[in-house]
Every structure is written in structure tokens, then in C-alpha cells.
């Protein structure tokens, strides 16, 4: 019983030093956090720590009564359990907002956590759902990812407590993939995915019932691209095409159990998202650079069968996804919440034509209209490739800016009928 109780208080001391933040993030990480979203960070990870030492000090009162030495035993094990799991999620935040290594990144990622947020606000309010906050980290790779907000970490009492999103150091200078991993959370909390592979599956079944079960199989991850497309127009269509880029075999490879669609058919989709809302416009290029370096007549026979059915039934999954009505926006189509049309070419042009030369500069024009312009930004290094540094070089600066005015978007819902 002795040594049991040892192993108690190991666990107990290791849970209490758990509680201090500080030895996880360097406060001048955390000071990089908008207050609320500090706060909000902060007290959720102190109860999470507080609630594996209050259970390490229960198990040690039972052991003080010298009682039940299998219980206490199966009680120690668990408690070595739910610690590690404590540290882990500890250790993620940490590592999350330590990434905020200097003044300059951590002004960068501050206007980012703004921009996540506005994103989902923008998506969210007219539904009458509340926008989780959002915490950007920047880490080394391909791919963004996200930890969705309220996400359970292991138990019921303790949802995750943001939308922790990761990008890629790389894609620092053309964001966009921030706003696929925002559509992740506003897919989970719409319940569009479930509604979405439904529509997919029954657009393909009559023609290759193979094909259907690959797209519903996809049906989270294409929500999230459309998601992005329809907040910022074309603008995600070549970074996507930079990052799922490789040699031919790869991008025609399905892999069991990814989410993803093989990379080709991935490109030709959100090309075809912009073609069927815009016409023709710089995506063809794309499309067309895709389609000669990787032709599909080269793709192994699986692929290529599944690439040509999906390429004949294109246009009517660009409506399922874009145009049909949908239980998740209130019997609306997703167009009627987030409209392409407002991040057309001919719109961002306006946009840029009314603003002139306060684009940059307007306070109101961050807070109203932040992803058009992040778009606006985005697409400059692609039509003016000779200035891309320039042009990176300004969407840093008014990412900054826009994480200095810190400030959470307030939007008054519209009708969605």
C-alpha cells in the first residue's frame, strides 16, 4: 500500500505542475493571443490540469483509509493514463502558441486568428450559430490542418477549447488554405459533410457506383475547398495546385481511408468550381498546365475510370455542392450564406477600384470586407508574378494591421430563406 500511494503523489505533483501555463508557452507567446482568446486558451487547459490533480487527490484520500488495494490500483493506472493525456493536449497548445516565436510572427498570426474567425463568422451568422475562436500556428510541411473547437480531448467535460488551425510556413504568403480548414469547422458544425456525401453519392451512383462511394468518401474535404472558394473566389485554385503538386503517379494515387480526392481530381474540381461561377479566367491556366503535365490517359486504370466519370458529371457536382438547397443552410443553397459572385474577378476588381488607395489602409475596409481583400492580395503575385516578393511583402504588412485593430467582427445575420 505504501508504494501505491508514492505512485498517487508522483502523479499528483506532476499534474499541479501541469497548471503552470507558462512552462508550456513563454508569456510573451501568449501575450501574442487576443485577450479573449488568451483567456478562453488558458482557463480551459487550467481545468483540464485541475481535474486530473483533484482525481490524483481523491485516490490519495482512498489510499490514506488502506482500503481496496486492487481499486487503488486500477485507480493509479488510470490516473497515469488521463495524465499523459492531459500532457499531450497540454504540449499542443504550448507547441501551438510558442510558434509565435518573434514580434514580426506573432503580429502575422494575430491578424490570421482574426481572419479565421471572421471567416466562420461570416459563414456561421446568417445560420444563427455562434463562431468558435480560432488560434493560427505555423508549423513545417505540405498541408494546413485544424483541431476543431469542441472536439472532445478525451472525456465529456473538456471540449477542445478553439479551432487550432496549422499553416504551413510556405503558405504564409498566400493564406488561403486558412479558409479550407475554417470550412472544416463550419462543415462539422452545419452538419453539411453528412448532407453533402448524400448529394455526391447520388449524383455518381447511376454512373459508376465506385465512383459515388469515393466522393461521399471525400465529401468533408470537398466541403471544405468549396467552403474556401466561395469566400475568396479563384484565389485558393493555384496555392492548392502548389501543394498537392508531385510526380504524375502520386497525384493519380487513391489511397484507402484519405479523405482527400486523388490530387488531379482535386485541381480539376476547384477549377470547375470557378469556371461554372465565372467563366473562363486565369484557373484555366491551371487546369490546362494539370491537365498536359499530368494527362489521364497516363493514370493507372482505377483512376483514370474514376477521373472520367467525375470529369462527365463535373458540373452537376459543382451544383450539388454550390447550388442545391441543404438542410445544413436553412433549406438555402450554400450560395445564398456565401455567395461567389461577391469574390468574382469583376468584384474584387470593384472592390479594388472603390477603395483605391485606402485598400490597405481603411480600418472599416479590414473589419467589413478582410477575406476579399485577402484574396485581392492573394491573387496579385499570380497576374504580376515579376513583384511577387512586393506583393507578399504588402500581404504580410496588412495581415499585421489587421491583427492590431484585434478586434472580433460583428455581423448582423441576414435572412437565409
Known amino acids: 500500500m505504501g508504494r501505491t500511494r508514492l505512485e498517487i503523489t508522483h502523479w499528483r505533483l506532476a499534474a499541479e505542475a501541469l497548471l503552470d501555463l507558462d512552462e508550456f508557452a513563454a508569456p510573451e507567446a501568449w501575450a501574442g493571443l487576443e485577450a ?5 486558451i488558458r482557463e480551459r487547459l487550467t481545468a483540464v490540469a485541475s481535474s486530473v490533480a483533484h482525481e490524483a487527490g481523491a485516490l490519495e484520500r482512498r489510499a490514506a483509509d488502506g482500503q481496496d488495494p486492487d481499486g487503488l ?10 495524465y499523459l493525456q492531459v500532457e499531450t493536449i497540454m504540449d499542443f497548445y504550448g507547441d501551438a502558441i510558442g510558434s509565435r516565436t518573434s514580434p514580426s510572427l506573432r503580429a502575422l498570426l494575430r491578424g490570421l486568428d482574426v481572419l479565421a474567425g471572421d471567416s466562420m463568422a461570416t459563414a456561421l451568422a446568417p445560420l444563427g450559430i455562434a463562431a468558435p475562436p480560432a488560434l493560427v500556428y505555423v508549423d513545417k510541411g505540405l498541408g494546413a490542418a485544424i483541431l476543431r473547437a469542441g472536439i472532445r480531448l478525451w472525456d465529456e467535460a473538456h471540449p477542445s477549447p478553439a479551432a487550432a488551425i496549422k499553416l504551413t510556413r510556405h503558405n504564409l504568403s498566400y493564406p488561403t488554405a486558412l479558409l479550407h480548414e475554417t470550412g472544416h469547422q463550419v462543415g462539422h458544425l452545419t452538419g453539411w459533410n453528412t448532407e453533402l456525401a448524400e448529394g455526391l453519392h447520388a449524383v455518381l451512383a447511376p454512373r459508376s ?6 466522393w461521399g468518401s471525400w465529401a468533408g474535404e470537398i466541403a471544405a475547398d468549396v467552403h474556401a472558394f466561395a469566400q475568396a473566389g479563384w484565389a485558393p485554385v493555384s496555392a492548392l495546385a502548389n501543394v498537392v503538386d508531385g510526380p504524375t503517379p502520386e497525384v493519380f494515387r487513391i489511397r ?11 485541381v480539376m474540381f476547384n477549377v470547375a468550381l470557378c469556371r461554372s461561377w465565372y467563366g473562363h479566367g486565369p484557373w484555366d491556366a491551371v487546369g490546362e498546365a494539370w491537365w498536359h503535365r499530368h494527362p489521364p490517359g497516363s493514370a493507372p486504370t482505377h483512376a483514370r475510370e474514376v477521373a472520367r466519370v467525375s470529369v462527365e458529371a463535373m458540373g452537376e457536382l ?32 470593384d472592390l479594388e477600384r472603390r477603395a483605391g488607395d485606402t485598400l490597405l489602409t481603411s480600418e472599416y475596409l479590414r473589419r467589413r470586407h478582410a477575406v476579399a481583400i485577402l484574396s485581392v492580395l492573394s491573387t496579385r503575385a499570380v497576374l504580376d508574378p515579376g513583384r511577387a516578393a512586393e506583393h507578399r511583402r504588402a500581404l504580410a504588412a496588412w495581415l499585421r494591421t489587421l491583427g492590431a485593430d484585434a478586434a472580433p467582427l460583428q455581423l448582423v445575420p441576414p435572412r437565409v430563406a
Open 36 to 40: 479573449y482568446l488568451q483567456r478562453g
Open 73 to 82: 490500483r486500477a485507480g493509479v493506472l488510470a490516473l497515469r493514463r488521463r
Open 209 to 214: 457506383a465506385e465512383a459515388a462511394e469515393l
Open 256 to 266: 484507402l481511408g484519405d479523405p482527400h480526392p486523388f490530387a488531379w481530381l482535386r
Open 318 to 349: 459543382v451544383d450539388v455542392c454550390t447550388r442545391r438547397p441543404s438542410r445544413a443552410f436553412r433549406g438555402a443553397p450554400l450560395s445564398r450564406v456565401l455567395d461567389p459572385r461577391a469574390v468574382s474577378p469583376q468584384a474584387l476588381r
